[in-house]
């Protein structure tokens, strides 16, 4: 297993930001742990700098 990477995003105001993250990792095949405003918990084994840029 690996380790949850924590990231801090900026500009997350609503409800809205949220879903639209959440969508979009998963379609990265990234497994989101915890997404509230403004924090980001997921599970990657093979996360690539690129995917992080993203």
Known sequence: MT???EFWVKNMVCSRCLKVIKQELQELGITVLSL???K????APNLSKAQ???
């Open 3 to 5: 380790q949850p990477k």
């Open 40 to 43: 980001l918990l997921v599970e």
């Open 36 to 38: 509230e405003l403004g």
């Open 52 to 54: 992080i840029n993203q």
